[in-house]
Nanobody, 123 residues
Framework: QAQLVESGGGLVQAGGSLRLSCVAS????????MAWFRQAPGKEREFVSG????????YYADSVKGRFTISRDNAKITVYLQMNSLKSEDTAVYYC????????????????WGQGTQVTVSS
């Protein structure tokens, strides 16, 4: 059974850093595009960052560009999101998602989702 499991969330002060991890299993996720989405209370889910199956192409929301870095290790079937210079507005539940094909920005285009990990940034 295909499964994505996120970890690495937590409470951090503004300006701090966290690294999220997403471990995939159950399918050949090494050939899948992977992405991170987030959802803050009372807000819609939004695209944060995505990476092609090879890792050669990366994509970022304007709100995180220059602060977040996505990467993947296909040998470990793991995707990472390094988050630096965190702001209070980054507070949300972060979800890992996967789809066959290219990175897309709409969450509805993704076939597999993790359970989410909470990131809270205190100001």
């Amino acid at each position: 059974q295909a499964q994505l499991v996120e970890s690495g969330g937590g409470l951090v002060q503004a300006g701090g850093s966290l690294r999220l991890s997403c471990v995939a299993s159950g399918r050949t996720f090494s050939t899948y595009a992977m992405a991170w989405f987030r959802q803050a209370p009372g807000k819609e889910r939004e695209f944060v960052s995505g990476i092609s199956w090879s890792g050669g192409s990366t994509y970022y929301a304007d709100s995180v560009k220059g602060r977040f870095t996505i990467s993947r290790d296909n040998a470990k079937i793991t995707v990472y999101l390094q988050m630096n210079s965190l702001k209070s507005e980054d507070t949300a539940v972060y979800y890992c998602a996967a789809r066959s094909g290219i990175v897309l920005y709409r969450g509805g285009e993704y076939d597999y989702w993790g359970q989410g990990t909470q990131v809270t940034v205190s100001s």
